[in-house]
């Protein structure tokens, strides 16, 4: 039996028997993939209900069978959290585990992924997170760069505390997509968007996880929060200070004088620093043949190539090349 996709607005129902039909939609929606059935008792047949969120893709996934499902790099932050069953999982060389009912998977962006076993009767809930908009999402909430991309702890109590809190969210806000309810709306969409952003954050344990909790950033005056949502909303963009002071609300000294007291740098060196992470990470996610250096370097106004080597270098202690070279 095979139900076709169905869609309405970002929600698509999907059922079938067939695997690589059951493939080719999780390739679409999550990351290329190959399934093996293992489980030659039980008929294949996979139930996908997925929905896009912004930056985050939400699916309920059952396959009736016993699988195991390879995946290369995933390219995204990923949390598999089983409502039925259970999932053996690894990624890299060094990361293995079992996910179960009480503590979900998590997964990074690098390291070649493979779900060992899906039970026969596993249903999970998997959550896609954009790599790009989980670092801006810390980004914004420390106010200030991060030197490198997060690191989440591979695994996540969802019996207690923060982390049975955001799944409940989870759960809350995709029932609602399912029904065509308000999280739909792009006005309600985008701060439901950054609350699961930075409820995983809180969480998720991970090296920044101390430093959320201190209320720091929260006492920055307006002036500098503005200023800093400006620059991480479009680090791109070739802001002047006088530019970013009509955006604050504040004269030019004042902003300059409030960057000093509460980040700890000018606002042009802040926007700076913002640019070399996101460079930093394409660079870290590129192919060679396929990722140019100076094609990264002018996407994030990086005019001048030798400068922006050097200013890359004295970050992350190596050139751009070999950041990319390495990734």
């Known amino acids: 039996m095979r ?10 129902r999907f059922r079938t028997t067939d695997v690589d039909e059951a493939r080719h939609v999780i390739g679409e929606r999550f990351y290329a993939n190959f399934i093996d059935v293992r489980d030659g008792g039980a ?10 969120l912004g930056p985050l893709t939400l699916g309920r996934l059952a396959f ?13 932050y990923h949390v598999d959290i089983p409502l039925a069953g259970r999932l053996a999982w690894r990624q890299g060389t060094h990361t293995k585990a079992v996910a179960t009912t009480a503590n979900a998977a998590v997964f990074q962006p690098y390291g070649d992924t493979t779900l060992d076993l899906v039970s026969t009767d596993c249903s999970m809930l998997a959550v896609k997170i954009d790599s790009e908009a989980l670092n801006a999402q810390l980004e914004r909430l420390l106010g200030r760069p991060l030197r490198a991309p997060v690191v989440l702890t591979p695994e996540l109590d969802v019996t207690q505390g923060a982390g049975l809190s955001w799944v409940r969210m989870i759960r ?3 029932d609602e997509v399912r029904a ?9 969409a985008r701060p439901l968007q950054e609350a699961l952003l930075t409820g995983l954050l809180l969480a998720t344990g991970h090296r920044y996880r101390d430093e959320l909790d201190r209320p720091g950033p929260a006492l920055r005056p307006g002036p500098v929060k503005r200023a800093v949502e400006a620059i991480h909303s479009m680090p791109q963009h070739p802001f002047t200070v006088s530019e970013l002071a009509v955006l604050a609300g504040v004269s030019v000294r004042r902003l300059q004088e409030a960057f000093q007291e509460y ?7 802040y926007l700076t620093d913002v640019r070399l992470t ?5 660079l870290r996610r590129g192919t060679p043949g396929e990722v140019n250096v100076s094609e990264v370097a002018h996407r994030w106004s990086f005019g001048h190539l030798g400068r922006f080597a050097s200013r890359y270098r004295a970050r992350y202690g190596e050139l751009p090349s070999q950041t990319l070279r390495s990734g």
């Open 64 to 76: 009736g069978a016993e699988v195991r499902i390879r995946f290369g790099e995933l390219g995204s």
């Open 180 to 188: 065509g309810g308000l999280p739909t709306r792009p006005m309600v």
């Open 278 to 282: 996101r460079a930093h990470d394409e």
């Open 43 to 52: 008929e294949f047949m996979a139930r996908y209900d997925i929905a896009t």
């Open 3 to 12: 139900q076709s996709p169905r869609q309405g607005q970002d929600l698509l």
């Open 263 to 269: 980040v700890g740098m000018t606002p042009l060196a």
């Open 172 to 174: 809350a806000v995709f």
